[in-house]
């Protein structure tokens, strides 16, 4: 069955630590990824998208998001958190057979100031 | 832009009784519609898809009688829960794709939630 695990249900850092969020997809056929974003009391909104191409992505303030096929893997990272980037993270991919969504169970984020 | 709001944003109501909660994309056009719950700890589990104007597609395990979707325009869904008890207490998600799907069928854009207490 097609599946997004996320190791990390919680991470705590301090401000300008490095972060890396695990994400892992099982499905056989194309599959495109995300990593979405959840601010405290806010809607879920894009950070990046993975299709094709380069497997490195860049997304909005500051994160990447590398593409490892041999891996199922599409881990998120970001040189040095702030304390604005407390939120929840949820990684998801988008079967091309199916055109639905598959969320993985998300990571809080907590950036200590 | 690409602004999606939900109505209410928290919502408590009694076992037995309805309630609806509201999904509308506010600077576009939506043709469907999605409608996601969210358990603690879990992740976004997509219940059922709505396209304007028709029926909407339940997803395995959801009772479309229990809840009732109505994409009756293109910037409005309803989603109602009846007979509503304890066990359908959770976080309810829609989102909206944009109609010409210009981006393609992934680009969806999320509201708030609604958080649903049934006592």
């Known amino acids: 069955a097609q599946s997004v695990s996320q190791h990390n249900h919680h991470v705590i850092l301090s401000e300008a630590a490095s972060l890396e969020l695990g994400c892992n997809y099982s499905?056989?056929?194309?599959?495109?990824l995300f990593w979405y974003v959840q601010y405290p009391g806010q809607h879920l909104q894009l950070l990046l998208k993975?299709?094709?191409?380069?497997?490195l992505v860049k997304g909005i303030k500051g994160f990447e998001a590398e593409f490892i096929k041999s891996k199922f893997s599409f881990n998120l990272r970001k040189p040095s958190v702030q304390w604005s980037d407390t939120a929840e993270y949820f990684c998801?991919?988008?079967?091309?057979?199916?055109?639905?969504?598959?969320f993985g169970t998300g990571t809080r984020l907590k950036v200590l100031a | 832009g690409a602004v999606v709001s939900q109505h209410p944003s928290r919502v408590i109501c009694k076992s037995g009784t309805s309630v609806k909660i509201e999904c509308r994309s506010l600077?576009?056009?939506?043709?469907?519609m999605f409608w996601y719950r969210q358990f603690p700890k879990q992740s976004l589990m997509l219940m059922a898809t709505?396209?304007?104007?028709?029926?909407?597609?339940?997803e395995q395990g959801v009772e479309k009688d229990k809840f009732l979707i109505n994409h009756a325009s293109l910037t409005l869904s309803t989603l109602t829960v009846t007979s509503a008890h304890p066990e359908d207490s959770s976080f309810y998600i829609c989102?909206?794709?944009?109609?010409?799907?210009?981006?393609?069928?992934?680009?969806?854009?999320f509201g708030p939630g609604t958080r649903l207490t049934v006592t």
């Open positions: 709505s396209n304007e104007g028709s029926k909407a597609t339940y």
């Open positions: 998801a991919a988008f079967t091309s057979g199916t055109y639905k969504y598959i």
């Open positions: 993975y299709f094709s191409g380069d497997p």
């Open positions: 600077d576009f056009q939506a043709t469907t």
């Open positions: 989102s909206a794709s944009p109609t010409g799907l210009a981006g393609g069928p992934w680009e969806q854009y």
């Open positions: 499905y056989g056929g194309t599959v495109n």
